[in-house]
């Protein structure tokens, strides 16, 4: 098993900056592929990123690429998402997720395990 805790949403401007956290813990934790998903009202949950174990694979969402960084810190059993450029469409519940195998996929059916979220708030 493997718990994910989220911080680190707010409310900011548009333009403006936050930097999420996903603290993991449990049972191997420094060997899933851990990814960013968000979910705004009335819609469905959609991939924003996506890491693998040692980090040197990523995949981003269109909508956030070259605005959105994902990494992990495996020593701290920690996973980021700085997100920069922010816009009002970002407003969402912003999600963490880790799957049991080291390949990086982008369907949150294919992910075991998730954080409570995080709201990320964009005003324009």
């Known amino acids: 098993q493997v718990q994910l805790v989220e911080s680190g949403g707010g409310l900011v401007q548009a333009g403006g900056s936050l930097r999420l956290s996903c603290a993991a813990s449990?049972?191997?934790?420094?060997?899933?592929?851990m990814g960013w998903f968000r979910q705004a009202p009335g819609s469905e949950r959609e991939f924003v990123a996506a890491?693998?174990?040692?980090?040197?694979?990523?995949h981003y969402a269109d909508s956030v690429k070259g605005r959105f960084t994902i990494s992990r810190d495996n020593a701290k059993n920690t996973l980021y998402l700085q997100m920069n450029s922010l816009k009002p469409e970002d407003t969402a519940v912003y999600y963490c997720?880790?799957?049991?195998?080291?390949?990086?996929?982008?369907?949150?059916?294919?992910?075991?395990?998730w954080g409570q979220g995080t709201q990320v708030t964009v005003s324009s």
């Open positions: 449990g049972r191997s934790r420094s060997t899933y592929a």
């Open positions: 890491i693998g174990w040692s980090g040197g694979t990523t």
């Open positions: 997720a880790a799957r049991n195998t080291i390949v990086v996929v982008t369907t949150p059916s294919q992910y075991s395990y």
